[in-house]
Each structure stands twice: as structure tokens, then as C-alpha cells.
Nanobody, 124 residues
Framework: QVQLVESGGGLVQAGGSLSVSCVAS????????MGWFRQAPGKEREFVAA????????YYAASAKGRFTISRDNAKSSVLLQMNSLKPEDTAVYYC?????????????????WGQGTQVTVSS
């Protein structure tokens, strides 16, 4: 049974930093892409960042580029999203997802495994 478990969300002031992590289990993720998405109240889920489980390729949404960094630790089967210079508009539930290479890294329908999400709140 595949599981993606996020942790590390919380409350931070604008301009601060926070990291969220995702531990993956239940299968080998070689050949997969690990992504972070977020969904704010009343808005659609949107892509944040993604990383290849096998290669060193990363991809960021424009809103995340330069402020967020995605990384992985294969030994721990985990993916980390480090978020700096946070803004109130970054407030959302952040979801970890896994999908096979070959799909669109920014399209949520190309991911077939999802975590339960972790809340990130940025106060102004």
C-alpha cells in the first residue's frame, strides 16, 4: 500500500521560513516524479514544485521560483520543500504527490499517489 505522509506545516509570519516534508512508502519510486501542490480556501489546487526521484531535475511554479527549494533524500524516501520569504498568499494546504515520469510535472491529473496534506499559514 503506497503512502505519502506530509509533515512540518504550521504558522509563520510573512517573510519567515518553513519546511514541509513527505515520507513515501509502499513501492519503489524509481522512475517517478515527486511533486508538491497546494490548495487555498476557495481556490483550485495548484502546482508548486517537483523533483525527479532518479535524476537531479527539478521544476518550479513561477510563484515558487527563487523562494522555494525542493530536494529529496532517497535513503529516507523523503522529499523536502524548503520555503523562504513566505507571503500570506502562500497560505494553503500543501500536498505531496507521486507520478510516473513522462507526464506533465505541473498537472495534478498526472500524479496517481497523494498525501493527506499539511496546513501552512502565513500571517501578515
Amino acid at each position: 500500500q503506497v503512502q505519502l505522509v506530509e509533515s512540518g506545516g504550521g504558522l509563520v509570519q510573512a517573510g519567515g521560513s518553513l519546511s514541509v516534508s513527505c515520507v513515501a512508502s509502499g513501492r519503489t519510486f524509481s522512475g517517478y516524479v515527486m511533486g508538491w501542490f497546494r490548495q487555498a480556501p476557495g481556490k483550485e489546487r495548484e502546482f508548486v514544485a517537483a523533483i525527479s526521484w532518479t535524476y537531479n531535475d527539478t521544476y518550479y511554479a513561477a510563484s515558487a521560483k527563487g523562494r522555494f527549494t525542493i530536494s529529496r533524500d532517497n535513503a529516507k524516501s523523503s522529499v523536502l520543500l524548503q520555503m523562504n520569504s513566505l507571503k500570506p498568499e502562500d497560505t494553503a494546504v500543501y500536498y505531496c504527490a507521486a507520478g510516473p515520469h513522462g507526464g506533465s510535472w505541473s498537472r495534478d491529473s498526472d500524479y496517481n499517489y497523494w498525501g493527506q496534506g499539511t496546513q501552512v499559514t502565513v500571517s501578515s
